[in-house]
């Protein structure tokens, strides 16, 4: 998958359009993924710090299913809403996905639709 987003746009083969929607749920699955895994190494870093603020950790008997516990907060916090890191990335990303044909002219459609209301619109509301 990361050959078909970094390969520059002139030099992409065509896919189908399940082919893209079946890129588009890797991506989000994979965004959505990393927000888990990055919250939950941060949560773990807040509560070693928070343990221990002067010195070394000390043995921790419970320290597995802790870290368990973080990670799957983690993960279902991630995969309900979120915090909305991983929409950030994952709309970053979407944008290099190759469009099917016929989805690239469905885009071109509703953007020149959208340019032409965005060119309607008054400056100031008072106008």
Known sequence: MTEAINAPKAHRETITTAEYRRQERALETACKQFEGTMFSKLWKDMMKTARN???????????????????M??????ESRGVGVWKVLYDQLHE??????ELREEKAAALAASAEAKSKEKLRPDE
Not at 60 to 68: G, I, K, N, S, Y
Not at 73 to 78: A, K
Not at 96 to 101: A, H, M
């Open 73 to 78: 907060v983690s993960e279902h916090l991630s």
């Open 53 to 71: 603020p002067l010195g070394p950790e000390k043995k921790r008997e419970f320290a597995p299913l802790e870290d368990t516990v973080v990670e």
């Open 96 to 101: 290099r996905l190759p469009l099917p044909e």
